[in-house]
């Protein structure tokens, strides 16, 4: 006779495949310094603080439902509590960039207290009007260049190793591992109760809510982790310009409108959507930057066609053409048939 056993997981096989492909490309990308040129590292850096930003505002958006367009606010923010920090507390850069994450946390709590009340549409706006009041602030702020900006003092550059190889290595590492930090924190957060509840909450609020799930308190957590997480980027991005301004901290186009372009042609509400998303983004921006304007206009056309085509995205239609999760947030049910005799 037939008997069948049916076993319940969450992972596959294709999971576990890519868990050992990816180990060995992150063992590359470690090495990068030893076999990539400078140019070569600058573009891997920035391609990882993109995808670190993609894959915070997908958990925000695509998890959440929380859809911000003043991201770029706590960008802003991470890069100035970055100056700050460095310049008038005198804390070590590497240091001052987890400063700039606590102290983004921080004011985070606030700025969602306010925002929380707006809903839908409102609430977009609400996060992009937000931002430009950071922007306005910080460009009041005299001792840290007001509206032209500053640059990073040369004592504080050279603090961070002796030759300039060294610099460059070390804002290569510490992309690297914000990207890596960011996407393990995003999984592990979403297969975790509060994400299961965040699914919920995502699927229907109503029915969520009815289950005695706390809806408010779920989202507060999550936009502070984002905010926080988002500012440690942003102190990133400039310790890597080595120079800010409230025009480039808080530009609505490099933090904002490229990031929601990344996740909705990757796939929003997949952990794996960031990840194609900003591949395809570097690889347009590599292939059409000297373009000029017709660079925008390409861009602007993938993100329709994807939109009206494929809704949920590259990875949409690839997990669905060969039902593939390389990151399994849900249970997976498994049969294996065993023959008996009886």
């Known amino acids: ?5 049916f076993s319940v997981t969450r992972t596959s096989r294709a999971a576990r495949i890519a868990t050992v492909l990816g180990a060995i490309v992150l063992v590359l990308l470690v090495l990068a310094p030893w076999w990539a040129g400078r140019a070569d590292m600058r573009l891997l850096g920035e391609l990882f603080l993109y995808l670190a930003l993609a894959s915070l505002w997908n958990l925000l958006a695509g998890y959440a439902g929380l859809v911000s367009v ?3 606010a706590f960008v802003g923010f991470g890069g100035y509590m970055l100056f700050a920090l460095t310049i008038f507390a005198g804390l070590p850069p590497v240091v001052a960039v987890l400063g700039a994450g606590v102290l983004g946390a921080m004011v985070a709590v606030p700025v969602a207290l306010l925002i929380f009340r707006l809903r839908g549409a409102y609430f977009a706006i609400g996060t992009w009007v937000m931002a430009e009041v950071f922007r306005l602030s ?9 509206g032209s900006g500053s ?8 603090s961070m190793a002796a030759s300039r190889d060294g610099r460059e290595a070390l ?31 995502r699927d229907n609020e109503l029915a969520a ?21 988002t500012a440690v980027i942003g ?20 933090w904002t409108a490229f990031v929601i372009f990344i996740v909705v042609i990757g796939g929003i509400g ?18 059409l930057a000297d373009l000029g304007t017709i660079y925008l206009i390409v861009l602007g056309i993938v993100a329709i066609v994807i939109m009206l085509k494929a809704p949920k995205g590259v990875w949409g239609l690839i997990r669905a053409r060969f039902d593939l999760q390389l990151f399994p947030l849900g249970f997976r049910v498994e049969r294996s048939n065993r023959d008996k005799e009886t």
Do not use: C
């Open 171 to 201: 804002s290569y590492w510490l992309a690297l591992g914000a990207a890596v930090l960011v996407i393990g924190v995003v999984y592990l957060f979403l297969r975790s109760n509060k994400g299961l509840a965040l699914s919920a909450i």
């Open 235 to 254: 102190a990133l991005i400039f310790l890597q310009k080595l120079r800010i301004s409230p025009d480039a901290a808080f530009s609505v186009n490099d």
């Open 270 to 287: 997949t952990v794996e959507g960031p990840i194609i998303g900003t591949l395809i983004f570097f690889a347009l921006r590599e292939t």
């Open 138 to 146: 910080f460009a009041q702020i005299s001792a840290l260049g007001g």
């Open 1 to 5: 006779m037939s008997h069948q056993d």
């Open 70 to 72: 003043g991201q770029q």
């Open 151 to 158: 640059s990073l003092p040369t004592n504080i550059v050279r």
């Open 209 to 229: 809510g009815s289950l005695g799930i706390d809806i408010w308190r779920t989202k507060f957590l999550v936009y502070v982790i984002t905010a926080a997480l």
